[in-house]
Nanobody
Framework: QVQLVESGGGLVQPGGSLRLSCTASGTRFTVNAMGWFRQGPGTERLLVATFTTGGTTVYADSVEGRATISRDNAGNTVYLQMNSLKPEDTAVYYC??????????????????WGQGTQVTVSS
């Protein structure tokens, strides 16, 4: 199967920047879509930014103009660069992937792989 490993969270001052990364690993798999969600205290998990299955990018209105999602050539690692951070960006950030993999001879599509989450705190 596939694992998603995130890194790059931490404490950032308002107005600062950070870069998150997420790498998908496993055997015999293809990433169909990959991106980032976040969940603040007492809130639901919401989209931040993602690459779609068509390769386009989608951003939440709340981060438009402040966030950039990018990926490596293989498409198995995605990065989220966030600038001009605000206290309301404080959340656990989760990597998400839609993946196709082979389990023996069986082709399996898993629409919702999640990373373990990385905490981002924006505070002075």
């Amino acid at each position: 199967q596939v694992q998603l490993v995130e890194s790059g969270g931490g404490l950032v001052q308002p107005g600062g920047s950070l870069r998150l990364s997420c790498t998908a690993s496993g055997t015999r798999f293809t990433v169909n879509a990959m991106g980032w969600f976040r969940q603040g205290p007492g809130t639901e998990r919401l989209l931040v930014a993602t690459f779609t299955t068509g390769g386009t990018t989608v951003y939440a209105d709340s981060v438009e103009g402040r966030a950039t999602i990018s990926r490596d050539n293989a498409g198995n690692t995605v990065y989220l660069q966030m600038n001009s951070l605000k206290p309301e960006d404080t959340a656990v950030y989760y990597c998400h992937a839609d993946v196709t993999y082979y389990d023996g001879s069986a082709r399996v599509r898993e629409y919702n792989y999640w990373g373990q989450g990385t905490q981002v705190t924006v505070s002075s």
